[in-house]
């Protein structure tokens, strides 16, 4: 299995509930498991304190063909008062995007994507630019027009739309938690509890520096890590499994 969703800090987000009370049916879904392959350090020292020890690393990958400098801003940009300040991702209430549209910075806060909270939010925050769903080339050319991409989401695994941003060459500032604690260093980015002070930091990033760091995280380097965990469990119990798919 893979692990890439925290559920319990998802579902006690929306319920009301201790995360605590839903740890036990992430343990019942993973421990049949032969492997549980996880994206951070971070992740793999937490489902160890919950009993959870046959682990193996599998990061994440992005396109770098598409995700580059050199895509073309949206229009939108072009009268939007800098810096450009970036969210991409689900408009849900899980990604903490509030945080970032509250944040007392000057500048355009932007916000890429759609979910359940786009309506609150955009009535809330009439200021900020709210463009929808974009894909492919048109999403990596809001990245790469931004001057900070803004993760503002504490209940993340990775953030895969953090190196989306590295590889378009934009720094990330975000909050010192599980993700952006394993990605982002001081040369792409800035992390702090004070999302203010992270945005204001990562703004100084050298943005050829970025797009060079995120050049680690290409698919093909997240396919042989994943490769490599078949390969072990083929040298394991489940081996057989392995060899004779069934369909």
Known sequence: ????????????????????????YIRWF????????????????????????????????VDLDCFSPAAP???????AEGPILLYVGRVAVEKNIEAFLACDYPGTKVVVGDGPARGALAAKFPDALFLG?????????????????????????FGLVMIEALACG?????????????????????L?????????A???????????YAASFSWEAATRQFLSGLAALE???????????VF
Not at 45 to 54: F, H, N
Not at 134 to 143: I, N, S, V
């Open 1 to 24: 299995t893979a692990y890439h969703t925290q559920f319990p800090d998802y579902l006690a987000r929306r319920t009301g509930l201790p995360a605590r009370f839903f740890w036990p």
């Open 192 to 200: 702090s509890a004070d999302l203010s002070r992270a945005i204001d």
């Open 133 to 157: 769903k974009r894909m492919g080339a048109e999403l990596a050319g809001c990245y790469a027009g931004a001057d900070v991409f803004v993760f503002p989401s504490r209940t993340d695994t």
């Open 170 to 190: 934009t720094p990330v500032a975000a909050f010192p938690v599980a993700g952006p604690i394993d990605i982002v260093t001081d040369a792409v980015g800035a």
């Open 235 to 245: 040298e394991g119990p489940a081996g057989s499994l392995l060899a004779a798919p």
């Open 202 to 212: 990562a703004r100084y990033c050298d943005r050829s520096g970025c797009a060079a």
């Open 30 to 61: 993973h421990r049949p498991a032969e492997t549980i392959m996880v994206a951070t350090e971070t992740i793999r020292a937490q489902l160890r304190e919950q009993g959870l020890t046959q682990l193996s690393h599998w990061s994440r990958g």
């Open 73 to 79: 801003p949206p229009p939108e940009y072009a009268q």
